[in-house]
Structure formats: C-alpha cells, structure tokens
C-alpha cells in the first residue's frame, strides 16, 4: 500500500500485543474485496485498502491525513461525519447509507454504499478513531428503482385503463387524462385538440388548436392561466413544440432551454418571461395519435424542484397519450353522430302537427343526456276527413342515425296510411305488412289514436307500446287499456282496437318509454307515479307536459322522451 500506508496508526495500536498479529491484520485488511478506511480523532485518514481507494478514485497513500471532504466532495460529507463523532462518542457501532459522487466515475451518475462504523480504542480504553467497512450498492439501488419504477409504470397503465374514457364524452376524457398525469408525472399538463374543417387564418399558419382540458398542482393554478382557458382557441407558431409535434407526429422535449430556444418551443414567443417569473424549466409535447393521423397533443410542464423529462418519463406519456387518444377519438366519433343523429330527428320533428280545429294539440321531444344515443321516438297529429283527427306517438328499438333514419321511414309511413280512411287497428296492420315488403330491420313500438268529435269516441290500437294516459274532469287520470299486440316488424300482420266515449275536456298524453323506465325500478310503479301526478285536464297542455317532464325528472332520463297531449275542446 505503499510507506504512506505503513506508519503507525490506530490499527497499529489497538492490535499490538501479545494476541496480536499486525502483519496477519494488514494482509486481512489489504486483500479485503470491502472497502476498509481507519480515521483518527480529528477525522482523517490513516489508512484505507486498495478496494476502497479504487472506489474513491484516489491513491490510497493520498488519503492518508487528509479529510473525508478533500478526497471525496461529492458526498454529503456533513451527514457521514456526524455519525463518525457519534460512534467515537458513545462506542455504539453504526450503519450509514451515503449517495453522492467519486472520481472513479467519471460520469457524474449517482452512486451508492453502505457503510458500517466501529469505535477504536486501546485495551485502556483510550479512544483511537473509528474504522469503516464500505460497500458499494449502486447496482442493487438501481436494480429496486428500475422495479419500483416499473411497478409505478404498470400501476399507472392500469389507473389509465379505469380512470379515461369512463364516458362518451370529449371534454370529461381529455380532463380524465390530465388528472392522471397530475402531479405524478408533471406540474402541469394540458390537452389541445385540433380544430376539424377549420382553416388557418393566413397562408402558412399552422392547425388550430382548442384547449380541452389543463390540471396543475395546488402551486401553479395561476400559473396553468398563462396557457388561456379551456375552451380557448390558438394557432401556435410553426416553430413550437406543438407545432412540430403535429407536423412530425413525435414528442418534442425541452429540458432547460435557453431564452431563444424557450421563444421558439413556446406558443408565441411573448410567454418566455412569464415562463421564467414561474418557474417552468421543462416540457414535453406528445401527439394523440390515432389510426387516421393525428387529433391533438397532450403538453407537460415542470417547474421549481421537479426534475427534466426522462426517456422514461416520455416513453410512459407516450404510452399514456396514445391510450387516451383512442379514447378521445372514440368519444368524438359518438359526438359526431350523436350531435347528426339529434339534428336529423329534429328536423324530422319540426314539421308542424295538424289536428282539426276541435282538436287541441302539444307535443314535446326530449333527447337523453350526454350519456345516451339519440334514438327514434316521435310523435304525430294529423286532421282526417269528416272532422276526425289521428294521434301517434312511437319509439323505433336502438340508438343512432340508423334508428332516427328508421323513425323517419315510420313515420312517413304512418302518414300515408292514415289518409286511406282506415282505423287505427288497420292502419297497423297495413304497416306491419308494409314494413315486411321494405324489410325494415327495425322494431319499432306503436300507439294510434282516433278523435272523432262528432261520434263523440275516442279508438286506440297498441303496438307494444306502453298505455295511453286518459284525463276526465272529475274522474282523475287513467289508463287506458289496450290489447297486448306485438311491435311492428315483430311478424304478426293482425291488431284490435278499443273504442271509448270522450268527452269535452278531456285530455289524451301519449309517451314512449323514456318518460317512465328507469333501470332497477318496477314499471309498474313508475305508471303509478305518472298517473299520480297533478295534471289538470283544464291545465294549459304545455303545462301539463312540463308538470310530467318534471314530475318524473325526464331531463335525466336514459333514453329519448316523446310527449303529445291532445284535448277535445268544448
């Protein structure tokens, strides 16, 4: 170890003697595969081994009366020397874990060891210094912090399959995908989605883009406003990171840029300051990429204590935003046609209702939340020849534009049948057959209803629909009971009909199902409540079909609503 090694220490000392054998200790000490350091009183060396010079980097014959400090600085040296002092004081062995740095490694990576401190003294008693066993566990470090980070990857992985995309809903997933990777990945994170058949402003500009959704920490809240509200449209230069994100369909990272590097990354080049005032020195930009390009792009952002983006950490969001676009996309497409779907079903509807003048009609259309597909409810009123007037109300089975372009073709079909001078139990009969020669694939419930002011009667005819609501001045609401024929496009070509005395005044509700099911409640005690609420056959019709609209909470109701009330007038 060389003559800087060999003059006379706390080793040399503690262990003369008779039951000593220094030669034998030295060789022990010398060949040990764990780094072995001897300090003195004051803290410097006196002796270390060749194993734990080749970890410091230094010669062993440089350690020797020098401190901790002046061979390794890159250690938390006032931590190890505090335990150093604290096993000299009280001669109880101690176990320290110290990271940091060494010039072996040239690297600049953090390292590990574990070491373990002994107190020497001499057979008197008389404190020497203090011996340390060093062993470096780098490699066992990295090994658990790769495995944790893997767990924490997959744990994530898992959290995204149950947390995004819990609804069709655009704006709720993309806020579902920043709640995620805030604050476990980032400080701030915001998504932007591109603008569809928009076009840029100016030759040259790049896609627009609309802010869906932005989380940030608790610290940072008026910071996410410098990125603009939700909601909020921008067209970001062509030189930031969004920008090329989009172009290049890549992450772009930015750990630490410079001023004009943060002017370029940036939105506009106007932010760099503001940037800067807060504390955000990173950030990444991942594309929301889809099998048809890209959608959007997921932004992170970190600041004050957090660290730059990792490969790991870009892989992870990578992995993330790509789950999250299918999700997205998925929840565009049901938008898109949910929204078509609604359009068409109204335009469908919006043509004017026309019962005989002693016939007072009012009817309402109802689409279901956000949650549900429109589907093909509607509702009719048409004067017939002689003073009479034909009432329908029917819901095509299924959901979409294929159901609402059905309803369509019923209702069109109802029409044209009605004009034939037919009853209600033959109109049907007439559809079933009609809609087997068609071949509509559809189901659809039905219920058709004749007034005849001047018979005085009223006659219905079901097609699985649900019963028509009778209100009589004096006699309260009731059902009216029909046959139980099957839905139209069901296969059964014959339906009966049920004739009733209808007086001045009183009122006819039709409703499709939407108005009473609610799932994991009887139907029949939905009808009971229908049937028991306030509704005035001298009422305003309008009214009563808010008082049923309300009373039974439609507005949250599962699936469409279509409501026609019709009164006979004095």
């Known amino acids: 170890m060389g003559e800087a090694n ?5 080793v040399d000392e503690a262990v003369a003697g008779p039951a000593g054998d220094l030669r034998l200790l030295r060789q022990i000490l010398d060949r040990a595969i764990v780094g072995v350091a001897v300090l003195d009183t004051e803290l410097r060396y006196t002796y270390v081994n060749e194993a734990l010079a080749q970890v410091n980097g230094v010669a062993a014959e440089l350690h020797v009366g020098r401190r901790i400090a002046e061979v390794v600085p890159g250690i938390n040296v006032e931590a190890a020397e505090a335990e150093l002092r604290a096993v000299m ?35 008197a ?25 893997a767990r924490t990857r997959l744990a994530l992985l898992d959290e995204a399959a149950t947390r995004i995309g819990t609804t069709l809903d655009v704006q709720l997933t993309c806020k579902e995908l920043t709640r995620l990777l805030v604050p476990r990945l980032t400080d701030i994170a915001v998504v932007d989605m591109v603008e ?4 840029p402003e100016r030759p040259g500009d790049g896609p627009r883009l609309r802010r869906l959704a932005m989380s940030t920490t608790p ?30 369909q890549r992450p772009v990272v930015s750990n630490l840029p410079a001023d004009d590097q943060l002017a370029a990354d940036a939105p506009d080049a106007d932010r760099v300051a503001r940037y800067r005032r807060l504390g955000m020195h990173s950030a990444l930009c991942v594309p929301l990429a889809v099998r048809e390009g890209v959608i959007g792009v997921v932004n992170l952002v970190r600041a004050g204590g957090s660290p730059p983006f990792s490969q790991e950490d870009v892989d992870l969001v990578e992995e993330l935003a790509r789950r999250a676009a299918n999700s997205i996309n998925n929840a565009q497409r049901y938008a898109h046609e949910h929204e078509t779907a609604l359009v068409l079903q109204r335009a469908l509807l919006s043509e004017r209702t026309r019962p005989h003048g002693d016939v007072e009609c009012a009817g309402r259309y109802l689409p279901a939340g956000k949650t549900a597909e429109v589907g093909g409810d509607w509702f009719d009123s048409m004067a017939l020849p002689g003073g009479r007037t034909l009432l329908v109300v029917g819901d095509v089975m299924g959901h979409g534009l294929e159901a609402a372009a059905t309803m369509g073709e019923y209702r069109s079909l109802m029409r044209a049948l009605a004009f034939q001078g037919w009853g209600p139990e033959k109109i049907l009969s007439e559809a079933q057959r009609t809609v087997e020669a ?9 219920v058709v209803a004749e007034i005849d002011p001047t ?3 009223l006659t219905l005819a079901g097609a699985g629909h649900l019963p028509p609501l009778l209100l009589r001045r004096g006699l309260g609401a009731q059902f009216v009971e029909l046959p139980g024929d099957p839905p139209l496009g069901a296969g059964v070509g014959h339906y009966r009909g049920t004739t009733l005395t209808l007086s001045p005044g ?23 409540s229908l049937a028991a609420l306030d509704l005035d056959p001298d009422a305003p019709l309008e009214r009563l079909l808010d008082t049923a609209l309300t009373g039974l909470a439609a507005v949250r109701a599962e699936d469409d609503v279509a409501l026609l009330a019709a009164r006979l007038r004095r």
């Open 438 to 446: 068609l071949g509509l694939d559809r189901v659809a419930t039905c």
């Open 89 to 123: 004081a009280d001669g109880v062995p101690r176990h320290h874990t110290v990271e940091g740095t060494t010039a072996a490694d040239p690297s600049g990576e953090l390292r590990w060891w574990h070491n373990a401190y002994n107190r020497l003294e001499t057979p």
């Open 125 to 149: 008693g008389e404190v020497l210094g203090v011996v340390g066993m060093v062993l470096e566990i780098t490699e066992d470090r990295r090994i658990r912090r790769a495995l944790d980070r």
């Open 219 to 248: 610290t940072l809240v008026k910071a996410g406003r410098e990125f603009g509200a939700t909601g909020s449209t921008h067209s970001p230069q062509p030189s930031s990171a969004a920008a090329r994100c989009l172009a290049e």
């Open 455 to 457: 018979a005085g009667t």
């Open 506 to 528: 009183s009122v006819l509700l039709l409703y499709t199902d939407g108005l009473v099911e609610r799932r994991g409640e009887d139907i029949e005690l939905s009808l009971e």
């Open 196 to 199: 569809g058949g928009e076009r």
């Open 6 to 10: 060999s003059r006379p220490g706390p």
